[in-house]
């Protein structure tokens, strides 16, 4: 029922939770013990038992009435390539030296973004439902916020790095340092699922604030300039504030794109959820590379540079929860 949507994308958040809790502790072991190796060939009978799930839940009889389920199904493979191109291009602009190589793969990789988009609107095999790339449309506000939300949150990435050059944790107190992080996003969704109305509004227009705040937060904390008591709790609480920002709105930004899409493109606005969100992650992460190797991360390297990349990471990519602090006050009001 419509009414318990934000319910369900609470759960699958709090999905993401468990998994936060139990990959840190799985990966610090093996990287503390010098085999992080194993820990990619432990995942191979994980990925093979999911497939047989998923195989089975894939085998049986078609929805009665479901006229989408027993039509052919094309899959947009040209689409979905370039999307690829575009992130593996930004991805290796953080690889070159000279800064034009740099500038040349970030914008080559957001001109094959673009051509995405272009081909999108054209009659053929949609990707993402209509709407999805217009910002005078509540569709299109609603996922580029939620892009913003997401690129933001890759500065995770590089945390345990940061944890353990600039303040001599162990790999294992890195990771559920880390975990922080996610574990904010899904205790916020849990939480907030159950608000409607003017509350799920102000949920939504409150998240990117705290997410801003809390990396601003990072930009003081992570460097290790600035000697503060407790150090350990205030890391923890910044971090779990940039998960706590996006989890606070993350159940009603989501509803409101099933809620916003047209007659027949429910399945098309439910799976353009899932590829909005990870092409938003995967550039994220790749900018987020491009922007410590720029910082100094490899060249000098060592403590000034980890020093002068979280400095450089933090500030960077607090602007993008800032821009979806005006995107989210329009998604409110469009309710």
């Given at each position: 029922e419509q009414r318990l949507w934000s319910r369900a994308v609470a759960l699958e958040s709090g999905m993401w939770g468990v998994a936060t809790l139990l990959g840190p502790a799985v990966g610090g072991l093996f990287a503390a013990g010098g085999a992080w190796r194993l820990?990619?060939?432990?995942?191979?009978?994980?990925?093979?038992?999911q497939a047989v799930i998923v195989a089975g839940q894939l085998g049986g009889k078609?929805?009665?009435?479901?006229?989408?389920?027993?039509?052919?199904?094309r899959i947009p493979l040209l689409k979905i390539a370039l999307l690829a191109l575009s992130v593996l291009l930004v991805a290796l602009a953080g690889q070159v030296e000279d800064s034009a190589g740099k500038l040349l793969g970030v914008a080559a990789g957001l001109a094959a973004g673009g051509l995405v988009a272009w081909l999108d609107q054209r009659p053929d095999v949609a990707l993402l439902p209509t709407g999805a790339y217009q910002l005078s449309t509540a569709m299109g506000k609603v996922f580029a916020c939620v892009c913003l939300l997401m690129i933001g949150s890759m500065t995770e990435i590089f945390v345990p790095y940061f944890l353990q050059t600039l303040h001599g944790y162990a790999p294992?107190?890195?990771g559920y340092m880390t975990a922080a992080m996610a574990g904010g996003w899904s205790l916020a969704s849990l939480l907030s699922s159950a608000r409607s109305g003017k509350d799920a509004d102000r949920m939504v227009r409150f998240g990117p604030l705290v997410m801003t705040l809390s990396l601003l937060s990072l930009v003081l904390l992570l460097p290790g300039d600035v000697d503060v008591a407790?150090?350990?709790?205030?890391?923890?609480?910044?971090?779990?504030?940039?998960g706590l920002g996006?989890?606070?709105?993350?159940?009603?930004?989501?509803?409101?794109?099933?809620?916003?899409?047209?007659?027949g493109e429910e399945n098309l606005a439910s799976a353009g959820i899932t590829t909005v969100q990870l092409y938003a992650m995967a550039i994220g992460a790749a900018l987020a590379g491009l922007t410590v190797n720029a910082a100094g991360l490899t060249e000098p390297g060592g403590i000034d540079g980890a020093r002068h990349a979280a400095y450089?990471?933090?500030?960077?990519f607090a602007l993008t929860p800032a821009l979806a602090i005006v995107l989210a006050r329009r998604v409110a009001r469009d309710r």
């Amino acid at each position: 029922e419509q009414r318990l949507w934000s319910r369900a994308v609470a759960l699958e958040s709090g999905m993401w939770g468990v998994a936060t809790l139990l990959g840190p502790a799985v990966g610090g072991l093996f990287a503390a013990g010098g085999a992080w190796r194993l820990a990619f060939w432990c995942l191979l009978p994980v990925a093979l038992l999911q497939a047989v799930i998923v195989a089975g839940q894939l085998g049986g009889k078609p929805v009665q009435g479901d006229a989408a389920a027993s039509g052919p199904v094309r899959i947009p493979l040209l689409k979905i390539a370039l999307l690829a191109l575009s992130v593996l291009l930004v991805a290796l602009a953080g690889q070159v030296e000279d800064s034009a190589g740099k500038l040349l793969g970030v914008a080559a990789g957001l001109a094959a973004g673009g051509l995405v988009a272009w081909l999108d609107q054209r009659p053929d095999v949609a990707l993402l439902p209509t709407g999805a790339y217009q910002l005078s449309t509540a569709m299109g506000k609603v996922f580029a916020c939620v892009c913003l939300l997401m690129i933001g949150s890759m500065t995770e990435i590089f945390v345990p790095y940061f944890l353990q050059t600039l303040h001599g944790y162990a790999p294992l107190q890195a990771g559920y340092m880390t975990a922080a992080m996610a574990g904010g996003w899904s205790l916020a969704s849990l939480l907030s699922s159950a608000r409607s109305g003017k509350d799920a509004d102000r949920m939504v227009r409150f998240g990117p604030l705290v997410m801003t705040l809390s990396l601003l937060s990072l930009v003081l904390l992570l460097p290790g300039d600035v000697d503060v008591a407790a150090e350990g709790l205030w890391l923890a609480l910044a971090l779990g504030g940039v998960g706590l920002g996006i989890g606070l709105g993350w159940p009603h930004l989501l509803t409101r794109v099933l809620k916003s899409a047209r007659r027949g493109e429910e399945n098309l606005a439910s799976a353009g959820i899932t590829t909005v969100q990870l092409y938003a992650m995967a550039i994220g992460a790749a900018l987020a590379g491009l922007t410590v190797n720029a910082a100094g991360l490899t060249e000098p390297g060592g403590i000034d540079g980890a020093r002068h990349a979280a400095y450089a990471l933090f500030a960077c990519f607090a602007l993008t929860p800032a821009l979806a602090i005006v995107l989210a006050r329009r998604v409110a009001r469009d309710r």
